[in-house]
């Protein structure tokens, strides 16, 4: 028994003298996994030869080729074994880095920045087309919307993310003023492999003839544009359009199950109107952040001058489209008068559960950032049915 706890405390003090660079290399890879590419390359790199072949033979890489100086980027690809580069983000003026991967490289998410619209029309199928059987993930910031003529390369190309890139299952595309008009599409072109989508729009009615496209769309991010980029419809361009056959109203199936929203106009109309699109019985989550709200209107209704009938007009809608099906209702906006003090809180929550009925089978809370001037409201099922869902932004 004495041996044994000598043995004990000599490995013991071994294990508290084992210095850093004496991990196993299964621990350093796991290290890796935290790190981005970049990372790992300025603090390994160059540091002894063992770090050296640790950094050469890091798996699962994540290379962040946006920030970096344009000298580095080629360094990481001679650094870095190219098969074990499994995601990147570059700008569009460096998209030729991607002809050097390996012939037999593993990419499966990349995010291009800076894209111009001539540019996704003229050569994002020639840009994608070694990886159309692999990429899981992809991001496209957008330079600017101005396409050529009507509009239909724009649509083609589209098309091609939908319908060539077999594996694709998160699409996110922005631009500032919204992808609105790279949205008008033939009616055939369907995707049956995205689950997850993150567009900016101005006008939510464009979602009607975009969301039956995706067949099996679970979660839809929404970042609305306040910015409306005034353009010219000439004949041709009306012509295109009216022959695409769109979809007008929603007389499909939306299977979404969560939805996040940033940026919304809080105008009952306006709501009301993206409720009639986005709310079916398969939704389980919404989530309005960040939203901006007009003076005259509040949704929660604490605004001592606002009409009565006004709030039972906020109530009601909420009362409607809050479907029993569903598990969190989530939404944040800032409060623009800076009148709401936390003394009001419980009040706000009892008119709220009065007013919608909500209080048997819901869970309602209320919450105000005071530095941010930032109300916050939950609605969830009661607290027995609640599921584990993330309101995370």
């Not at 692999?134 to 190309?157: C, E, K, P, V």
């Not at 989550?285 to 009409?307: A, I």
């Amino acid at each position: 028994m004495r041996r044994k706890r000598n043995e004990m405390k000599k490995s013991c003090a071994h294990r508290r003298t084992t210095k850093f660079e004496q991990f196993s290399t299964e621990i350093f890879f796991e290290i890796f996994e935290y790190l981005k590419g970049n990372h790992i390359f300025k603090s390994f790199f160059d540091l002894n030869q063992r770090f050296n072949e640790l950094v050469c033979n890091a798996p699962n890489v994540h290379l962040d080729c946006l920030r970096s100086k344009t000298k580095l980027y080629h360094r990481f690809l001679q650094v870095f074994h190219s098969q074990h580069i499994i995601s990147m983000s570059l700008s569009y003026e460096n998209v030729n880095l991607l002809q050097r991967l390996h012939h037999k490289n593993q990419l499966k998410a990349l995010s291009l920045s800076t894209v111009s619209l001539r540019a996704f029309e003229d050569q994002i199928s020639e840009i994608l087309s070694s990886y159309r059987h692999q990429l899981i993930s992809l991001t496209i910031h957008f330079a600017d919307m101005h396409y050529s003529d009507t509009g239909s390369r724009a649509a083609q190309s589209f098309g091609y993310l939908l319908t060539e890139l077999s594996l694709l299952k998160h699409l996110v595309l922005e631009h500032p003023y919204g992808i609105d008009s790279i949205t008008y599409m033939p009616s055939m072109i369907i995707n049956r492999s995205i689950i997850n989508l993150t567009i900016t729009l101005h006008d939510d009615r464009r979602l009607i003839p975009l969301l039956y496209r995706f067949e099996q769309l679970k979660t839809l991010i929404i970042h609305h544009s306040s910015i409306l980029r005034k353009m010219a419809l000439y004949d041709n361009l009306l012509l295109y359009r009216s022959q695409l056959h769109e979809k007008t109203s929603i007389d499909y199936p939306v299977k979404i199950q969560h939805i996040k929203i940033y940026d919304n106009e809080m105008l009952f109309e306006k709501l009301e109107r993206l409720f009639q699109i986005i709310i079916s019985p398969n939704l389980l989550t919404l989530s309005l952040f960040t939203s901006r709200r007009s003076f005259q209107v509040d949704l929660m209704g604490y605004k001592q001058v606002q009409s009565s009938n006004n709030k039972k007009q906020w109530y009601s809608l909420l009362k409607r489209y809050l479907l029993s099906t569903m598990k969190q209702f989530h939404i944040e906006y800032e409060n623009v008068e800076r009148t709401l003090f936390l003394g009001n809180l419980q009040q706000v929550k009892n008119d709220f559960i009065k007013h919608t009925e909500f209080s048997s089978t819901r869970k309602v809370s209320c919450s105000y950032e005071q530095n941010e001037k930032r109300f916050s409201f939950d609605v969830f099922l009661s607290t027995q049915d609640i599921l584990p869902i993330s309101i995370t932004k």
